[in-house]
Antibody, heavy 121, light 108 residues
């Protein structure tokens, strides 16, 4: 059973960089069968796809965030990470990491529990 | 970017009754649509993909239909565990993949 777990600071100051890591267990990021995504959800609001990374390091980002987002992968640790720069209060959200499949569909079949990141001074 | 619009925002239904949720895409997405269920404090769970195919382990009371721009999620007989927020997601055009704003199914 694949499990994903987000970790990182729950509080980030405005203009700083948000950094989160997702640790994957029960499966290898390096298998190449899946993509690995970040999705966020502002309190009481809907879901926004941030971007994904493939084990090779290939990435694709949401154009609305592209200038501020970097997703990286560490296959030796079976982890992938998110960095979001120049954050504002609008970036306050629950951040989820998820496994993105690209076979019969492009969907998110395993998710982490999510971690709330608050942007505040 | 494709905009996904869900309706109604909230649906009040009694246990055992049928619930029907709608999702509309701003342009045709063929059958490239998924549905998710989210309960408070939990991550979303994949229910349906390809507009009508149930994901592994999803009960048969959940069904999806539609193509092009109009889609429907039907829960045939609501159980207590089905009261939640439901999201549609398109994967026809990217980037980005986009979600609807969500529809809450609450107990009447």
């Amino acid at each position: 059973q694949v499990q994903l777990q987000e970790s990182g600071p729950g509080l980030v100051k405005p203009s700083q960089t948000l950094s989160l890591t997702c640790t994957v267990s029960g499966g290898s990021i390096s298998s190449g069968d899946y993509y690995w995504s970040w999705i966020r959800q502002p309190p009481g609001k809907g879901l926004e796809w941030i971007g994904y990374i493939y084990y090779s390091g290939s990435t694709h980002y949401n154009p609305s965030l592209k200038s501020r987002v970097t997703i990286s992968v560490d296959t030796s640790k079976n982890q992938f990470s998110l960095k979001l720069s120049s954050v504002t209060a609008a970036d306050t959200a629950v951040y989820y990491c998820a496994r993105e499949r690209h076979d019969y569909s492009i969907t998110f079949d395993y998710w982490g529990q999510g971690t709330l990141v608050t942007v505040s001074s | 970017e494709i905009v996904m619009t869900q309706s109604p925002a909230t649906l009040s239904v009694s246990p055992g009754e049928r619930a029907t949720l709608s999702c509309r895409a701003s342009q045709s997405i063929s059958s490239n649509l998924a549905w998710y269920q989210q309960k408070p404090g939990q991550a979303p769970r994949l229910l349906i993909y390809g507009a009508s195919t149930r994901a592994t382990g999803i009960p048969a009371r959940f069904s999806g239909s539609g193509s092009g721009t109009e889609f429907t999620l039907t829960i045939s007989s609501l159980q207590s565990e089905d009261f939640a927020v439901y999201y549609c997601q398109q994967y026809n055009n990217w980037p980005p993949w986009t979600f609807g704003q969500g529809a809450k199914v609450e107990i009447k």
